[in-house]
């Protein structure tokens, strides 16, 4: 299944998040300037161990981004934990090579949820996910990454490949900015994920709307 809304600007939320009222109304108002600034798709990436006490906010956040992204329009995946993908009602989830497989995830959700898979630098992998019913692959990184700095760079000879012979929508990720971003898109990228780039900054609203006119047709 390819959703007609796998395109445009990607955002991915930081973390560690404050285990705390506080810390989870900032990440929600976070997420909602990103969603004004134009943001298509949310995933709430968040890395705070999953202990007994923590999984209650875990929940909450995921509640309060799936009410959200409604408002907007917009998509919301979950990082590497189907479990509270489909117990949110998310739209999706996303798998990292150390998150379980595609087939679990998939028996896991609903018939219509989309399942993006992480294939780092290495063609095969997205193959692989693409035979196994993945709805999209990412590749990356593509330039210097404050969230993961040390991940295996990627070329962009990737994204046409993948474009020409996988056909399914494509993100990239790792550095991404307004400036850098348009290489990767003519490339073959369908949406480019930021991290930093969005919720790293101090004006989450302005950086998201940087990004506007790379997905504007002229």
Do not use: W
Not at 167 to 184: F, M, S, W
Not at 206 to 217: D, K, N, Y
Request: proline fraction near 4%; hydrophobic fraction near 45%.
């Amino acid at each position: 299944m390819t959703h007609k809304k796998l395109a445009g600007l990607y955002a991915i939320t930081c973390s560690p998040i404050h285990p705390s009222i506080q810390g989870v109304q900032a990440l929600v108002l976070d997420v909602e300037q990103a969603l004004r600034g134009g943001a298509t798709i949310i995933q709430y990436r968040d890395k705070n161990p999953r202990t007994v006490a923590y999984q209650p906010i875990r929940d909450d956040i995921a509640h309060q981004l799936r009410a959200l992204t409604r408002d907007y329009n917009a998509l919301l995946i979950i990082n590497d934990d189907a479990a509270l993908a489909r117990s949110s009602d998310a739209d999706g989830v996303h798998l990292g090579k150390d998150d379980g497989s595609l087939t679990d995830a998939r028996k896991m959700l609903r018939a219509t949820a989309i399942i993006g898979v992480s294939c780092y630098n290495q063609y095969a992998l997205a193959q692989q996910a693409v035979d196994n019913g993945a709805d999209y692959i990412a590749f990356g990184r593509f330039f210097h990454s404050h969230t993961k700095p040390n991940a295996a760079l990627a070329n962009s000879e990737l994204l046409t490949r993948a474009k020409q012979e996988l056909r399914i929508p494509i993100v990239a990720i790792g550095g991404i900015t307004p400036e850098n971003g348009k290489i990767l898109l003519e490339a073959g990228a369908n949406m480019l994920a930021v991290v930093d780039g969005i919720f790293g900054q101090a004006d989450i609203l302005t950086a998201s709307q940087a990004f506007r006119p790379l997905f504007t047709a002229p």
